[in-house]
């Protein structure tokens, strides 16, 4: 065989070969960070985006169709309303927000918290990779999209992750981590991102680029420098930590948030974790460093906000889902006792349903006086559970319902300092 006729073989097996390539696998460079977070929003990319071409294939469509569809109805459900609830209710917020327990929820963060600069998240899940969608095939592309949706789905519905599930969810997928789903987020609530940056923490305090394989890190996590749509640049930080006392006195994370000052925080369905001793130093961190801070009955208890707090309840209390029964907090039946609370129109939480929720916005103030909520009128019956429970105990007689007589507020009533807004 001549030398022509043996290169014109091997070119033509070569062409043959390409031609069975699936041809994300050959695709060029890969898209920025904030095209990628766009394309997995269901949102289009920019226009030289190499992410640009998938946008005409039957799944991506389908996908951006299911995701317009369910942020529709998010958006009317929910989020317009925590936008309103937070322009009428909530002032002076401050320029960092601790959401620990966050998991991969931005989702709320910046719904509760627009005007943050810097937002501190954690949780135990990974981080992940910034996902590289040039390298997956059509097939492999689809089936990612697909996975995504449904680690969305617990979230888009009820407002919380499934922690379980998630983990396995977010481990075990074409596209890992919390990072996509922070980039989702980012992108489904108008941000720009225009950074990400994988990094590690040591137990100083101080973190640095993956790429320097510092020894020992403490924890791992994710930066990402976004704007909003007038352009200010802000900054997220997700940390994958463990935040109880095996974890966190030595990781270095209360050392690198403490460098930050104090701030607002913000704990939503945390599995009641901060009412163990094994949760204290998360907890005294945050009621160290909040200047407000507000949180659903999974919380810290309400036990810790006796004195030097303004409290504002929102929603209504009902006491725990069954799976956390144990943790009930008597005194929240009397600070969301009727006449006291603020109503909400959307549900948050594990109550997840609207006339179920609640909220509580706790203000420092070191001039508010100790409250002393046993001596209030219970305002609100026991809760089903509750009443179930004592109903067994007492040989299966079910107790009679109590109405109480709304006892007459005064001037003297020590609750006029905590909940300074009522009349």
Not at 226 to 233: A, E, I, L, P, W
Not at 293 to 320: C, E, M, N, T
Not at 346 to 354: C, H, L
């Amino acid at each position: 065989m001549t030398r022509t006729r043996f290169t014109a073989s091997i070119l033509a097996l070569l062409l043959v070969g390409l031609a069975f390539v699936p041809r994300a696998a050959i695709a060029g460079p890969a898209a920025s960070a904030d095209d990628t977070a766009r394309f997995l929003a269901g949102m289009m990319p920019s226009t030289g985006s190499p992410l640009a071409t998938y946008t005409n294939d039957a799944f991506w469509k389908q996908h951006a169709r299911n995701f317009d569809e369910s942020w529709d109805v998010l958006e009317k459900r929910q989020l317009a309303k925590v936008r309103s609830l937070v322009a009428k209710n909530f002032s002076n917020p401050q320029h960092v927000l601790f959401y620990i327990f966050s998991g991969p929820d931005f989702l709320y963060a910046d719904a509760f918290f627009p005007s943050a600069d810097t937002y501190i998240m954690a949780g135990l899940e990974p981080p992940g990779q910034l996902p590289d969608l040039g390298k997956l095939s059509r097939p492999e592309l689809a089936g990612a999209l697909r996975e995504l949706r449904s680690s969305l789905n617990s979230v888009l519905s009820y407002s919380f992750f499934r922690t379980k599930s998630m983990r396995v969810e977010l481990n075990e997928g074409r596209i890992t981590g919390t990072l996509p789903i922070l980039m989702v987020f980012l992108a489904r609530s108008g941000k720009t991102i225009y950074d990400v940056s994988l990094f590690d923490l040591q137990n100083d305090g101080s973190i640095h680029p993956v790429e320097d394989k510092i020894a020992n890190p403490t924890a791992k996590g994710v930066k990402i420098i976004f704007s909003d749509d007038v352009g200010k640049k802000r900054t997220l930080y997700y940390f994958s930590t463990d935040v109880s006392e095996g974890g966190v006195q030595n990781s270095g994370f209360l050392k690198f948030c403490g460098k930050l000052g104090n701030g607002d925080s913000f704990v939503k369905s945390a599995s009641y974790l901060m009412h163990s001793d094994k949760f204290s130093t998360i907890r005294e961190f945050l009621l160290t460093h909040s200047v407000s801070l507000l949180q659903d009955d999974s919380g810290i208890p309400i036990r810790f906000f006796a004195k030097g707090w303004q409290l504002h309840p929102f929603g209504r209390y009902v006491g725990p889902i069954p799976l956390f029964a144990a943790q009930s907090q008597q005194t929240l039946y009397r600070v969301f006792g009727k006449g006291r609370a603020t109503p909400i129109d959307f549900g948050i939480g594990y109550r997840w349903k609207p006339m179920e929720s609640n909220l509580l916005l706790a203000v420092k103030d070191e001039t508010a006086m100790a409250f002393e909520p046993a001596k209030w009128p219970e305002s609100e019956p026991a809760s089903k559970p509750q009443r179930e429970a004592r109903a067994e105990k007492n040989d299966g007689k079910r107790e009679p319902r109590v109405h109480h007589k709304r006892k007459q507020r005064t001037v003297s009533n020590p609750i006029s300092k905590m909940f300074p807004y009522l009349p």
